[in-house]
Antibody, heavy 116, light 110 residues
Framework: QVQLVQSGSELKKPGASVKVSCKAS????????MNWVRQAPGQGLEWMGW????????TYAQGFTGRFVFSLDTSVSTTYLQISSLKAEDTAVYYC?????????WGQGSLVTVSS | QSVLTQPPSASGTPGQRVTISCSGS????????ISWYQQLPGTAPKLLIY???QRPSGVPDRFSGSKSGASASLAISGLQSEDEADYYC???????????FGGGTKLTVL
């Protein structure tokens, strides 16, 4: 069965970096793009962008350029989200979601808390 | 402020039919397919409706979707307590916005 398993919660200080992983199983990894979605505490879903799992080419939504980097390692069917120069407002749950026209499977979410 | 507009809340009693609207523009809903996601408390979102009105395997037929022009609706008939959740619409937008979500509707079963 399709599964997306994300890395655990992280507590980081402002200015630090964090790398969240999303390991896929149960399907051919390169047949589907992977999206990233942010959900701040008590807020709605916000699309961050996607990565082409064939070419590794990332596309970032407005507001997610510069400090946010999508990457992947096809040998372990894993995509990554790295956020640098963390700010308090980056505190959120980050989801990966498989994409072929729709986000049909989602990871369980990774909570990133930024606090001094 | 979300690109797609949803009412922040909706409610109904068990057995009732409720609808949740999602309003956009020709840049998103008007020219692209829409999907709906259900997020139960404390869990990840789940695909509920895709391609405007299709249900993934396992989604009860109590859930239905429709689209007309630049607006869409999610209908839930025979409301059950386990339907209490946040519901989000989504569509592809223009090249500037990419995929866009509605702000979400919190459904309360009274």
């Amino acid at each position: 069965q399709v599964q997306l398993v994300q890395s655990g919660s992280e507590l980081k200080k402002p200015g630090a970096s964090v790398k969240v992983s999303c390991k896929a199983s149960g399907y051919t990894f390169t047949n589907y793009a992977m999206n990233w979605v942010r959900q701040a505490p008590g807020q709605g879903l916000e699309w961050m962008g996607w990565i082409n799992t064939n070419t590794g080419n990332p596309t970032y939504a407005q507001g997610f350029t510069g400090r946010f980097v999508f990457s992947l390692d096809t040998s372990v069917s894993t995509t990554y989200l790295q956020i640098s120069s963390l700010k308090a407002e980056d505190t959120a749950v980050y989801y990966c979601a498989r994409d072929r026209f729709n986000l049909d499977y989602w990871g369980q979410g990774s909570l990133v808390t930024v606090s001094s | 402020q979300s690109v797609l507009t949803q009412p922040p809340s909706a409610s109904g009693t068990p057995g009732q039919r409720v609808t949740i609207s999602c309003s956009g523009s020709s840049s998103n809903i008007g020219n692209n397919i829409i999907s709906w996601y259900q997020q139960l408390p404390g869990t990840a979102p789940k695909l509920l409706i895709y391609s405007n009105n299709q249900r993934p395997s396992g989604v009860p037929d109590r859930f239905s979707g429709s689209k007309s022009g630049a607006s869409a609706s999610l209908a839930i008939s025979g409301l059950q307590s386990e339907d209490e959740a946040d519901y989000y619409c989504a569509a592809w937008g223009d090249s500037l916005n990419g995929r866009v979500f509605g702000g979400g509707t919190k459904l309360t079963v009274l």
